[in-house]
């Protein structure tokens, strides 16, 4: 087996496992934005651990530009969250994040013309199949 293959799909588990400790977090009733600090304490953690360790070029201000814009996204996103949260159950804003993750699948082969495998259609459709079944039973639970 590949090694790319073996990251993606161990990549997959673990967002697998955050996922179930995300909805975990919200069927026990505790608030979110201490699950979420504490993840992206984790992931800022190995992120900077994995930035060290290859060659980058760090000394183009693109790239800085880049990161910062990055950054006040993901600072965003995780207000969003949290003020969806306060409103509703955890799930459906955790369901609307999943949904969003298309959107990068689906305009990379428009803008950066990424090569389209003829079954990333079918897994594309299984994604979005399996989410609007998993968001509509979450969403008529009681």
């Given at each position: 087996m590949q090694l790319p293959l073996v990251m993606a799909?161990?990549?997959?588990?673990?967002?697998?496992?955050?996922?179930?400790?995300?909805?975990?977090?919200?069927?026990?009733n505790?608030?979110?934005?201490?699950?979420?600090?504490?993840?992206?304490?984790?992931?800022g953690a190995f992120a900077i651990i994995?930035?060290?360790s290859e060659t980058s070029e760090w000394k183009n201000p693109r790239l800085?530009?880049?990161?910062?814009?990055?950054?006040?996204?993901?600072?965003?996103?995780?207000?969003f969250i949290m003020q969806s949260n306060k409103?509703?159950?955890?799930?459906i804003s955790w369901t609307m994040l999943q949904l969003s993750l298309l959107v990068p699948?689906?305009?990379s082969p428009m803008l950066f013309q990424e090569?389209?495998?003829?079954i990333d259609p079918i897994i594309v459709a299984t994604f979005v199949l399996m989410?609007?079944?998993?968001?509509?039973?979450i969403i008529t639970d009681p």
């Open positions: 799909i161990l990549s997959g588990v673990l967002y697998a496992v955050a996922a179930l400790g995300y909805k975990m977090a919200e069927r026990l505790c608030r979110t934005s201490t699950f979420i600090v504490v993840f992206s304490i984790w992931g994995k930035s060290f800085w530009l880049l990161g910062i814009v990055m950054g006040i996204l993901f600072d965003l996103a995780i207000f409103n509703g159950p955890a799930s699948v689906i305009l090569r389209v495998y003829w989410l609007t079944w998993w968001s509509g039973e």
